[in-house]
C-alpha cells in the first residue's frame, strides 16, 4: 500500500484582489493609506508590461508631491551596524515627529536570491513605529533592476508623506556608487580599528562619503575608534572635496547604545541647509536625474542591440575572427553596429 499522504486540503474559493484603478493607486498613495502604498511599491516593482505602464502613469502623478524629502544614503560592511544604527536613529527621527521610510539596495539579492540585508529578522523595534514604513529589497532583480525600483519607490514614499528616507546598502559592487547616486546626503559607517583601519577598505568610497561615522564607540573601543576617526579625518583631508560647500566630518557613534545620533542627524541638517541655500541642492538632484535617464537610454540600447535578429546571426562569426586574428576589435564593433542598422563609421 504506498504510503504517500495526500497533504491537499480544502480550500475556499480564492478571492482575487480587486483590481486598482490609476486614480485608485494615486489617491490611495497621496492619503497616506498603509496598503495602498504597499500595492503602489508592489505596481512599480512588477515586471508585467500593463503595470509598467501603470506605475509610469502613476509616477508621473505622484511626481508634483514627492522630492521634499531628506534622501539619506547609509553602507558600510555587514556587521558593522547598519540595522542597529539605523534602528535606533529611525526611532529618534519618529519620535522627533519625522515619518521615515527606509529602503534598502541590496546587490546580494540579485545573485543568490536571499539576501544580506533581507534576511535577517531587523529593526524590530522600528517596524512597529506608526511613523515608519520599512521597504527591502526585491529579490531575483539585477543590480539595475532593484537600484530603478529603490528610486522610484523612494517617489511614492515621499508622496505618501515620508519626509525622510533612509537608504541602506552594503560595500558590494556597484550599490555604494548607486545609491550615492540617488540621495542627498551619503553617510559611511565603518568600524574601530588599531592603525590598519585605512588598509582594508576602498578608497573610492571614502570618496563618495558626505560624512563618515565611525560605530561601536562603546565599551572598550573608545580610544581605538578616536584613533580610528583621526586616520578617516586625515585621510578625507587629503581628498578633493565633492562640494566647496561642505566639508564632511567625521563623528564617532554607537548606534547600539544611541549614543551622538542626535549630533549625526544635527549634520545632515546642516549639510541639508548648507547646500539648500547655494542651489547645490537642486542642481545635484537635476545632475542624478540626467545621469540616471541616460544610463536607462544606454541599458535600453543595449538590450535591443543584444537582442536584434540580425546582430545576434553575425555575433558569433565576428567574435571568431577576432580570436582567430582576422578581425581588430573596432572593425568588429562596427559590423555589429551595422548589423544593428547603424551606419556612421566609428
Ligand atoms: P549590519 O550587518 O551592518 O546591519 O550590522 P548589525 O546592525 O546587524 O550589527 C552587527 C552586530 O554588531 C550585532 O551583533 C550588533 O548588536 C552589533 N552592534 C551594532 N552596533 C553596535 C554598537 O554601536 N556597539 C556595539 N558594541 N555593537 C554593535
Redesign the pocket.
Known amino acids: 500500500m504506498s504510503d504517500i499522504v495526500n497533504h491537499s486540503v480544502k480550500k475556499g474559493p480564492v478571492r482575487k484582489r480587486r483590481e486598482l484603478s490609476l486614480d485608485d493607486y494615486v489617491e490611495g498613495v497621496l492619503s497616506g493609506d498603509r496598503t495602498m502604498l504597499g500595492r503602489a511599491i508592489s505596481l512599480v516593482e512588477s515586471t508585467s508590461a500593463r503595470h509598467r505602464k501603470m506605475a509610469q502613469e502613476m509616477l508621473l502623478k505622484l511626481l508634483p508631491y514627492s522630492c521634499k524629502a531628506h534622501r539619506v544614503g547609509i553602507t ?1 560592511v ?8 539605523i534602528e535606533a536613529l529611525g526611532c529618534n527621527l519618529c519620535e522627533a515627529g519625522h515619518k521615515v521610510a527606509i529602503l534598502t539596495v541590496d546587490p546580494t539579492s540579485s545573485i543568490s536570491g536571499g539576501s544580506i540585508l533581507g534576511d ?1 529578522t531587523r529593526m524590530s523595534n522600528l517596524s512597529i513605529q506608526q511613523s515608519a514604513f520599512i521597504r527591502p529589497s526585491p529579490s531575483s532583480c539585477t543590480l539595475g533592476g532593484v537600484t530603478k525600483m529603490t528610486r522610484e519607490t523612494m517617489l511614492v514614499c515621499e508622496a505618501a508623506g515620508f519626509d525622510v528616507v533612509l537608504v541602506e546598502t552594503v560595500g558590494v559592487g556597484q550599490s555604494e556608487t548607486q545609491v550615492s547616486d540617488m540621495v542627498d546626503f551619503f553617510l559611511v559607517l565603518m568600524l574601530p580599528g588599531a592603525g590598519d583601519e585605512l588598509q582594508g577598505i576602498k578608497k573610492g568610497v571614502l570618496e563618495l562619503a558626505d560624512m563618515i561615522a565611525v ?2 564607540c ?2 572598550n573601543n573608545d580610544s581605538r575608534a578616536k584613533m580610528a576617526a583621526r586616520e578617516y579625518r586625515n585621510a578625507l583631508h587629503i581628498m578633493k572635496p565633492q562640494s566647496l560647500n561642505w566639508t564632511p566630518p567625521v563623528v564617532c557613534i ?4 544611541n549614543m551622538n545620533l542626535v549630533e549625526l542627524w544635527e549634520k545632515v541638517d546642516e549639510h541639508r541647509c548648507a547646500l539648500e541655500a547655494t542651489g547645490e541642492l537642486q542642481e545635484r538632484r537635476t545632475a542624478q536625474q540626467f545621469r540616471w535617464m541616460w544610463a536607462m537610454v544606454e541599458d535600453r540600447l543595449i538590450n535591443s542591440l543584444k537582442s536584434n535578429q540580425n546582430v545576434i546571426a553575425q555575433m558569433n562569426d565576428i567574435q571568431n575572427s577576432i580570436t582567430d586574428g582576422a578581425l581588430t576589435a573596432t572593425v568588429g564593433a562596427q559590423r555589429i553596429l551595422d548589423a544593428f542598422g547603424l551606419t556612421e563609421t566609428l
Open positions: 558600510g555587514p556587521g558593522v551596524g547598519k540595522s542597529t544604527t535577517k560605530n561601536k562603546d565599551g554607537s548606534g547600539l547604545s
